[in-house]
């Protein structure tokens, strides 16, 4: 039996949806009255865990569900040992440089020598930064970033966007797209290379769904 890492939040829907259409069920984690964190599919073929979607690859990473479903932006931050198998189509989102709009920056040449930056995506704005060679301080934040500019802790964030709606309520504008997101489906290296339960079969429907 195959256990499947499957995120909480925004992903969750459109994640159980996809594994539906391949014959296994996992509805019961959309039922508010729900509080198990583990299920069984009905047919007893697969097994699912609700994680945060960071923990995710941790947990296909260290074998503990053999396929997974998360953001490459969370691939691009924590780096997992993993095997990025396909992708999803759906999540679309983008990881964005973003300013006061009140500001005079309009690119990302034009903000300060060792300027501040404040992010939950650490690693990636680290590296987006070292590609531009330019100096900055990176301020990890896991609360609401768009408070970095507002408060003047920061000149600028680097965030997930996905309407864009969150930063026009907070009088801030895009100023460069650091890279496109979607949804992944991820599998545990050596679980993936022994087919193991059949694993190569489970994902080759799930390709054909996308």
């Not at 941790?58 to 997974?68: I, T």
């Not at 531009?132 to 920061?154: F, Q, R």
Request: glycine share 6%; charged share 20%.
């Amino acid at each position: 039996m195959i256990t499947i890492a499957l995120p909480k939040g925004a992903l969750l829907t459109d994640s159980i949806k996809l594994f539906q259409k391949i014959g296994l069920d996992f509805s019961a984690f959309l039922d508010s009255s729900n509080r198990q964190l583990q299920i069984t599919d009905p047919t007893n073929t697969a097994k699912a865990v609700l994680v945060r979607t960071h923990d995710v690859p941790v947990y296909v990473e260290y074998g503990q569900a053999q396929l997974g479903v998360v953001g490459y932006d969370v691939l691009l931050e924590k780096t997992p040992d993993v095997a990025n198998l396909a992708d999803l189509k759906f999540g679309v989102c983008r990881m964005s440089l973003a300013v006061r709009e009140a500001s005079s920056y309009r690119r990302p040449s034009e903000l300060p020598p060792n300027g501040r930056v404040a992010t939950k995506f650490v690693h990636c704005a680290k590296e987006y930064f070292r590609r531009l060679d330019l100096p900055v301080e990176i301020i990890p934040l896991y609360g609401s970033v768009e408070l970095g500019p507002i408060t003047g802790m920061s000149e600028a964030i680097v965030d997930l966007v996905s309407t864009g709606k969150t930063l026009k309520e907070n009088g801030l504008i895009e100023i460069d797209i650091l890279f496109n997101s979607t949804a992944r489906l991820i599998a545990h290296p050596l679980s993936y290379r022994l087919n193991q339960d059949h694993l190569c079969d489970w994902v080759e429907k799930l390709r054909l769904q996308v």
